[in-house]
């Protein structure tokens, strides 16, 4: 890849998951959402194609594709629904923890499963009583002979309930990040319950619970890498679930944006359609400017990962931050270009709507992604 283009086997990825997002996301998407109605026979569906373990090694079943080919792909899928393909993202996101930091058994148990989407992950860090502050959480992990005994709760998780595995953040030791530990837990652990499914703005067509652990028994086996460095690892995963993020919010973006210029085409107000109007000509044109400029710096963030820059989490922070901004503004637009309709259901601009509020908040705040990069920038000009 150039830094503007993309390649034959890129595109080819692309168009893959736009072809399937049109054909078995988009068409169900809207009735998903008002039943609250996780696809689970869809999504595995999307496992066929490689996309249960985009990154994820070869040699367990996975595509070991690019972060930049995750980028394309999420994109892609989010024109479907932004809510199955961050759903799917945050799999991958899960997966590729274990991958990288599990042992070789243990990759072995988990990924293939995984990368088939037999099995499907979720990624539990966030508690009630921290959110950014993630280094506070107080789920409690005490060793007891060859296993761990977990007591605590983690909340907003995507997928609870309905998910297999769940890769938990836990405090085996001292306060701060030095103390936090991870482990995957599987669905019929003893002591392991989910809360209610939470009514939410968005995201409707994939359940958020609360994971809740009471004396749950975990093996000591199950947990990756050392005690101790739990948080490192739960930070590397976010760096690629923010690119992920941001990508699904163009994806939603470029949807809305589309529906904007077919209703445009068709409406009519004081005797000429209405993309005959200069000032709603300008603002297409600003929706568009933006949200190009937005995968342009994401891919930038994403070749930057790939390449293990030593900027890549800062690059990765202001993607984020910009794109999922970008995409819920772009979206707000096409809903208020649309009128009273755009307000209404079967139109399908105010499900994205909702759907992209929630990714200024998840994978980090959009407030936290700025501290990051200041932080960043101050170090450098040390």
């Keep these: 890849m150039t830094m503007f283009d993309l390649n034959e086997d890129q595109r080819a990825i692309r168009d893959m998951a736009r ?10 998407a809207l009735q998903w959402d008002e039943d609250k109605h ?7 569906q999307a496992a066929a ?8 090694r070869d040699d367990v079943g996975g595509s070991a594709m690019t972060r930049f080919d995750a980028a394309l ?19 991958n996101m899960a997966a590729w923890m274990i991958d990288s930091y599990g042992s070789e058994a243990q990759r072995q148990q988990w990924l293939p499963k995984l990368c088939s989407m ?46 297999d595995l769940y890769v938990v953040m836990v405090r085996t030791g001292g306060d701060g990040p030095g103390g936090i530990s991870t482990l995957v837990v599987d669905k019929d652990t003893p002591g392991l319950s989910f809360g209610a499914n939470e009514r939410k703005m968005g995201w409707n067509a994939q359940p958020t619970r609360a994971v809740i652990f009471e004396n749950a028994r975990v093996p000591v ?44 085409k068709e409406r009519k107000a004081f005797g000429k359609r209405l993309d005959e109007f200069q000032a709603l000509q300008f603002r297409l044109a600003d929706m568009a400017t933006e949200l190009e400029a937005a995968r342009t710096l994401l891919w930038r963030a994403a070749a930057a990962l790939d390449r293990k820059d030593a900027d890549a989490t800062k690059l990765c922070a202001m993607a984020k ?14 809903l208020q270009m649309h009128g009273g309709y755009g307000y209404l259901a079967e139109y399908g601009v105010e499900k994205i709507v909702r759907d992209l509020r929630v990714h200024q908040i998840l994978e980090g705040t959009n407030e936290i992604m700025r501290l990051i990069v200041s932080r960043k920038l101050l170090e450098e000009n040390r």
């Design 73 to 91: 792909i999420f994109e892609a899928l989010a024109e479907g629904c932004p809510a199955i393909s961050a759903f799917i993202s945050i799999h």
């Design 321 to 334: 931050r910009f794109a999922t901004d970008t995409g819920f503004n772009v979206a707000n637009d096409a």
């Design 19 to 28: 072809d399937f997002a049109a054909e078995k996301i988009a068409p169900h």
């Design 118 to 163: 037999e099995l499907i992950a979720s990624y539990c860090l966030t508690e009630p009583g921290s959110g950014s502050d993630a280094a506070a959480l107080r789920t409690r992990a005490v060793i007891d002979g060859d296993h761990y005994v977990l007591n605590g709760q983690k909340q907003f998780i995507s997928g609870a309930g309905a998910n």
């Design 221 to 264: 086996a199950n947990r990756l890498g050392d005690e101790g460095i739990g948080f490192k690892i739960a930070m590397a995963g976010l760096d690629g679930g923010r690119l992920n993020i941001g990508a699904c919010s163009l994806g939603g973006a470029q949807a809305a944006l589309s529906k904007a210029l077919d209703y445009m």
């Design 49 to 56: 194609l490689g996309i249960g373990g985009i990154y994820i």
């Design 38 to 44: 996780l696809p689970l026979d869809v999504i595995r």
